[in-house]
């Protein structure tokens, strides 16, 4: 009789955001990252809820092979990393960050894989002792890099903004086999200082971090500031990163399933 095929479980928390209307919390992603996964890492995708303090890491740290970080609205809150305060009118989601930020470290312990996109770079850069910048553009000598508001077309908004050179020696240049790439850009905050045990993958040319990857184990735990997910298709870096990711994920499947 043969064996059944392994099939690689990825989770994917989820935003939490509340309506105006009392009592209506909604637990939202977008679809995209889902099909992607499932598509070009060859996993099972399941949605982990933003309980916050009352979820059960131990539980789903057993059952996930692989963590994916989206990106979302909502920034990190500074005092996760020791910044200043942000502004009453910023977008927060504190269940968000109560859910993520123990799953990175959970993953990080156990050697689960880990691939951020966006805001979830800048969660497993917090979520390791690193620190973030609020606004990148508002640094000197940086450029913008938010979302496009000269456009509605969503193509637009997610098109190519600005080249990044990868680091010598690092895993984005072994996979790609070039030293730079052109990527989108639609990031207010960005890494300030990179988690010790992390190293900079790539940078753009006004000197931002665009990838960073957990140095010395073999478990692949890597973050990239664009939205990868967007136009994988055509954009070899970030298929081979999702495949990649998909392959050490079957690695962990598979040691999980002899254990």
Not at 74 to 85: C, D, F, R, S
Not at 132 to 146: A, E, M, Q, S, V
Request: glycine share 10%; aromatic share 6%; with cysteine.
């Amino acid at each position: 009789m043969s064996k059944k095929p392994i099939s690689p479980v990825v989770g994917i928390p989820v935003n939490h955001l509340t309506e105006d209307r009392p009592m209506s919390p909604l637990f939202t992603t977008a679809k995209k990252y889902a099909e992607v996964v499932s598509d070009f890492s060859k996993t099972t995708p399941i949605l982990i809820p933003a309980f916050g303090a009352k979820t059960n890491f131990e539980v789903i740290l057993s059952q996930i092979n692989g963590l994916l970080l989206t990106g979302g609205r909502a920034n990190v809150e500074p005092h996760h990393y020791q910044g200043p305060p942000f502004p009453d009118d910023e977008i927060i989601d504190p269940e968000r960050d109560a859910t993520v930020l123990p799953l990175v470290r959970g993953c990080v312990d156990r050697g689960i894989p880990i691939f951020g996109i966006c805001r979830g770079i800048q969660e497993i850069n917090v979520a390791m002792g690193g620190s973030l910048h609020y606004r990148i553009h508002l640094l000197p000598g940086k450029n913008d890099h938010r979302m496009r508001r000269d456009t509605d077309l969503i193509e637009e908004k997610f098109g190519l903004r600005h080249s990044i050179k990868l680091s010598s020696g690092g895993l984005l240049k072994e996979l790609s086999k070039v030293d730079e790439v052109m990527v989108n850009s639609l990031h207010g905050q960005g890494i300030n200082r990179v988690a010790d045990g992390f190293k900079a993958e790539a940078i753009s040319p006004d000197g931002v971090i665009e990838a960073i990857s957990m140095q010395g184990s073999e478990s692949f735990t890597v973050g990239v500031q664009w939205h990868a997910e967007w136009g994988v298709e055509s954009h070899s870096l970030s298929r081979k990163l999702f495949e990649a990711f998909g392959l050490a994920a079957l690695t962990h499947a598979k040691i999980s399933t002899e254990n």
